[in-house]
T-cell receptor
Framework: GESVGLHLPTLSVQEGDNSIINCAYSNSASDYFIWYKQESGKGPQFIIDIRSNMDKRQGQRVTVLLNKTVKHLSLQIAATQPGDSAVYFCAENTGGFKTIFGAGTRLFVKA | DVKVTQSSRYLVKRTGEKVFLECVQDMDHENMFWYRQDPGLGLRLIYFSYDVKMKEKGDIPEGYSVSREKKERFSLILESASTNQTSMYLC???????????????FGAGTRLSVL
């Protein structure tokens, strides 16, 4: 079946460094991708999204890159801070109600 | 800000009990969702609803039912709780309809259910 997966289940970075979280998707019909952040004790929160007609989108300290050729999505966090420690989920949507979530990557930020 | 409120943060029930998980959203969203979250498996969709009294099965509906009598409230029901239903349950809502490119979901804080 279709799936969204992650290359690395955990990522540990030094405070101040940049973080890159990767995600592979398999549904070539997906036209919209979202990154969510889930902090301990909370539900996932929307971070940034990108449509399939774009390659890159920037937010505040975060950038999402989409490579449709290899069905790859990444989230880049600049100058990672302790508050960025969380589980990050990529998700894909094909225009319907359902969103397919990846398994998540846990980001640890070392002070 | 969108607020999605789940009635309980922690719940402990016994095998065979009927369990109700309640979710309320305050942004007049049309769509509401119930997921369960288990380590390594991500979020799996149990049921969703795109309108009052409407419901659709998700990927893992077995052992669950739902109720949407009012637009702001979406209930998940475990008719006879089993130990394999021990999990974190997340409710979400969204406002955009089918066919549109975006479907940003807003989540509650979750209910951690333990079935003994």
């Amino acid at each position: 079946g279709e799936s969204v997966g992650l290359h690395l289940p955990t990522l540990s970075v030094q405070e101040g460094d940049n973080s890159i979280i990767n995600c592979a998707y398999s549904n070539s019909a997906s036209d919209y991708f979202i990154w969510y952040k889930q902090e301990s004790g909370k539900g996932p929160q929307f971070i940034i999204d990108i449509r399939s007609n774009m390659d890159k989108r920037q937010g505040q300290r975060v950038t999402v890159l989409l490579n449709k050729t290899v069905k790859h999505l990444s989230l880049q966090i600049a100058a990672t801070q302790p508050g960025d420690s969380a589980v990050y989920f990529c998700a894909e949507n094909t225009g319907g109600f359902k969103t397919i979530f990846g398994a998540g990557t846990r980001l640890f930020v070392k002070a | 800000d969108v607020k999605v409120t789940q009635s309980s943060r922690y719940l402990v029930k016994r095998t065979g009990e009927k369990v109700f998980l309640e979710c309320v959203q305050d942004m007049d969203h049309e769509n509401m969702f119930w997921y369960r979250q288990d380590p390594g498996l991500g979020l799996r969709l149990i049921y969703f609803s795109y309108d009052v009294k409407m419901k659709e099965k998700g990927d893992i509906p077995e052992g669950y039912s739902v109720s949407r009598e009012k637009k702001e409230r979406f209930s998940l029901i475990l008719e006879s709780a089993s130990t394999n239903q021990t999990s974190m349950y997340l409710c979400a809502s969204s406002t955009l309809g089918q066919g549109q490119a975006k479907n940003i979901q807003y989540f509650g804080a979750g209910t951690r259910l333990s079935v003994l």
